[in-house]
C-alpha cells in the first residue's frame, strides 16, 4: 500500500466526514433540549397551578372546619334545648296525672258538700 502523504484525498475527508456527523447531530440535539425545557416549563405552570390549588384548598377547609365548629356548638344549645323540652314534657305529664287526682278528690269534696247540704235540709229527727 502507498503511504498517504498529509493533504491527500482520504486524510482530508475524514474531517469533513466527522463535521457532517456532528452538523447532523447537533439539530435533533437543539430539538431535544427545546423539548425538555418546553417539558420543565410545563411542570413548573403545573407545580405552580397545584400550589395555588393547595392554597384554595387550604383556605376552604379552614373555612369549612370553622362552620363545622360553629354547627356543632348549635347542635349542643339544640340538644340542651331539647333536654330541657324533655324535662317540660314530663313535668307536664305529672301535671297532668296530678290535675286528674285533684280532679277526682274535688269531685270527692263536691259529693261530701252535697251530702252536707241534704243532711242541713233534712228535718232533724231525734233519737
Known amino acids: 500500500m502507498p503511504e498517504e ?4 484525498p482520504q486524510t ?3 474531517p469533513e466526514w466527522a463535521w457532517k456527523v ?13 423539548k425538555l425545557e418546553v417539558n420543565n416549563a410545563v411542570q413548573d405552570d403545573r407545580v405552580a ?20 365548629k360553629v354547627q356543632g ?8 334545648g331539647l333536654k330541657e323540652v ?10 297532668t296525672l296530678e290535675l286528674a287526682r285533684t ?3 274535688i269531685d270527692e269534696i263536691f259529693r261530701e258538700i252535697r251530702e252536707i ?7 232533724y229527727s231525734a233519737p
Do not use: C, H
Open 117 to 123: 247540704k241534704e243532711l242541713l235540709r233534712a228535718p
Open 103 to 105: 280532679g277526682v278528690k
Open 73 to 80: 356548638e348549635r347542635i349542643a344549645t339544640l340538644q340542651s
Open 49 to 68: 397551578t397545584l400550589k395555588t390549588d393547595k392554597t384554595d384548598l387550604t383556605s376552604k377547609v379552614s373555612t369549612l372546619e370553622g362552620t363545622v
Open 12 to 14: 482530508s475527508k475524514f
Open 86 to 95: 324533655q324535662k317540660m314534657r314530663e313535668m307536664i305529664g305529672a301535671n
Open 5 to 8: 502523504e498529509a493533504g491527500s
Open 22 to 34: 456532528m452538523a447532523m447531530l447537533v439539530i435533533p440535539l437543539i430539538a431535544w433540549g427545546v
